[in-house]
């Protein structure tokens, strides 16, 4: 059975400081989604990684997938308070199909 | 695209009565996906549907719960009778060939 991990799961961090989420999944996956999801509302794709190596920024978020770890990181440069939110990471299902896998999120909360 | 359109956003019912979630897919998504996500459960898959047939249904919690989507413009689950424990955010999401999956903003229901 297909599992992905997340750590922390809970964050809470000053702002401008930087920190990285973590994200580990158990078989093999040549890619990998990351979303966003604000208190209340719903989840949000942030970045599709489609290969080894891939890296995505988008502002003060960077994610990066390394399939021979089984890896993924989020990495949060100089955070803000508008980032806070819960972070989730998935990877497909072994079905073969548009099933994605879910991690249990990351919580962060930073303090302004 | 208007993106997935979910209806309707809160619903309030009284216990053993009837609800009917609605959701209507991006054109063009050929899965669609049917979430519920409490705090004390996270997030968690009922059903989803490839070209309009239900492909897995294990998530769905007891026979109360069923969906449909006679089309691929149209899905529908449905609680019946309802009880409190279901009382939850309904999300659901369509997707199209491995790119990850696009989230309607959700149905709160709230059964008293």
């Known amino acids: 059975e297909l599992k992905v991990e997340q750590n922390p799961l809970f964050l809470s961090m000053q702002e401008g400081k930087n920190y990285t989420i973590y994200c580990n999944y158990s078989?093999?996956?040549?890619?990998l989604y990351w979303y966003r999801q604000d208190p209340g509302k719903s989840l949000e794709s942030l970045f599709v990684?489609?290969?080894?190596?891939a890296v995505k920024q988008e502002g003060r978020l960077m994610a990066s997938l390394d399939t021979k770890a089984r890896l993924s990181t989020l990495h949060i440069t100089a955070a803000v308070h508008d980032l806070s939110a819960t972070y989730f990471c998935a990877v497909p299902s072994m079905n073969r199909d548009d099933k994605i896998i879910f991690g249990k999120g990351t919580r962060l909360h930073i303090l302004p | 695209d208007a993106g997935v359109i979910q209806s309707p956003r809160h619903e309030v019912t009284e216990m053993g009565q009837e609800v009917t979630l609605r959701c209507k897919p991006i054109?063009?998504?050929?899965?669609l996906f049917w979430y519920r996500q409490t705090m004390m459960r996270g997030l968690e898959l009922l059903i989803y549907f490839n070209n309009n047939v239900p492909i897995d249904d294990s998530g769905m919690p007891e026979d109360r719960f069923s969906a449909k989507m006679p089309n691929a413009s149209f899905s529908t689950l449905k609680i019946q009778p309802s009880e409190p424990r279901d009382s939850a955010v309904y999300f659901c999401?369509?997707?199209?060939?491995?790119?990850?999956?696009?989230f309607g903003s959700g149905t709160r229901l709230t059964v008293v």
């Open positions: 054109s063009g998504h050929d899965y």
């Open positions: 999401a369509s997707s199209f060939s491995g790119y990850g999956y696009t």
């Open positions: 078989t093999t996956s040549d890619r």
């Open positions: 990684l489609l290969s080894n190596g």
